[in-house]
């Protein structure tokens, strides 16, 4: 079978995957572990973008100030938003945002997107973006349009009802070439976002309840994606503690360490880091793949 081949056989990679509230709200408190996470050997740091938050959390940081901290205090490790709802932001200010952050980490943002949602703190509702989904996603996929134009270097020529974009070349190029890797958020069920999701580099299932489900959605990403196509990922959040031998053998090539949002601290993370994860499955250990990772 030609195309779209999940890295079964592949090391399971992990990355941390911060809240930016409280105690996190702050680049510069979120920069130093992930200063610690590179020399601990994690390959990637991603942080979430939000508003806004329920109570008790009150504070928030921005994720692409808190990235370009990120950026600047590391020299190998990927990083980038997971998930930025990119219907709610200019897609040409994105461009230069994504653009200068890439060139910024010599070419290590990875852009997670997704529609956005008002069930976490009605933060869309509460500053006036559109609430209808369906139209969320189109704007997102016309968003991702004028991203992939602009990532070009060429003049970037769009006009819609949504956007207008006349003529304008995002120079200089990201040092990423064609672009930006992009992973597209989703509802493992709904073939809407999979189409979606097939054209980019990534995968990342929302509201993931067992990973049989995963299954289903390596099988129809394999349909949806071009012959001879890239390597494509599959990220799944896990909280420590968690066994990713079923994701793994279910095609996921990266697991998110999951922090609760509520209670999240630096010394948590650290946590994380100096606990694992380890490496199993080198031939003496029984009943896990080969290259996966157990979470501690």
Same mark, same amino acid.
């Given at each position: ?7 079964? @056989? ?15 709200? !702050? ?34 940081? !921005? ?21 930025? =709802? ?28 997704? =529609?956005? /949602?008002?069930?976490?703190? $009605? ?9 209808? !989904? ?6 997102? !996929? ?9 990532? /070009? ?6 006009? /819609? ?53 995963? $299954?289903?959605?390596? @099988? ?5 994606? =071009?012959?001879? @196509? ?34 999240? @601290? ?15 499955? /080198? ?14």
């Amino acid at each position: 079978m030609t195309g779209f081949v999940p890295r079964f @056989t592949t090391l399971l990679r992990s990355a941390l995957w911060l809240p930016l509230f409280d105690e996190l709200a !702050d680049p510069a408190v979120v920069a130093r572990p992930a200063a610690e996470a590179e020399e601990a050997g994690r390959p990637c740091v991603f942080v979430r973008d939000h508003l806004r938050r329920w109570a008790p959390v009150r504070q928030v940081a !921005d994720q692409w100030i808190t990235a370009a901290a990120i950026a600047t205090a590391t020299e190998r490790l990927r990083f980038g938003p997971m998930v930025t =709802p990119l219907a709610r932001r200019r897609p040409a200010k994105a461009a230069r945002e994504t653009v200068t952050l890439d060139r910024l980490g010599g070419g290590r943002l990875t852009l997670g997107v997704g =529609p956005g /949602s008002d069930r976490f703190a $009605a933060e869309l509702s509460a500053t006036g973006e559109e609430l209808d !989904d369906r139209r969320r996603g189109r704007l997102l !996929d016309e968003s991702l349009e004028i991203l992939a134009a602009a990532w /070009s270097g060429g003049p970037v020529h769009h006009h /819609s009802r949504n956007f207008t974009v006349d003529g304008v070349a995002f120079l200089p190029r990201p040092v990423q070439r064609p672009g930006v890797p992009v992973w597209a958020a989703g509802l493992p069920g709904n073939i809407k976002p999979l189409r979606r999701t097939a054209r980019h580099d990534g995968f990342v299932p929302v509201n993931l309840e067992h990973p049989d489900q995963l $299954a289903g959605v390596v @099988t129809a990403i394999t349909a949806l994606r =071009p012959p001879d @196509t890239t390597p494509y990922d599959i990220a799944v959040p896990l909280a420590p503690g968690a066994d990713p031998a079923p994701c793994a053998q279910a095609g996921v090539t990266w697991w998110l360490a999951e922090f609760a949002s509520e209670t999240v @601290t630096p010394d948590q993370v650290r946590g994380v880091l100096r606990d694992g994860p380890t490496a199993i499955g /080198s031939g003496t250990d029984s009943g896990t793949d080969a290259g996966t990772e157990r979470i501690r």
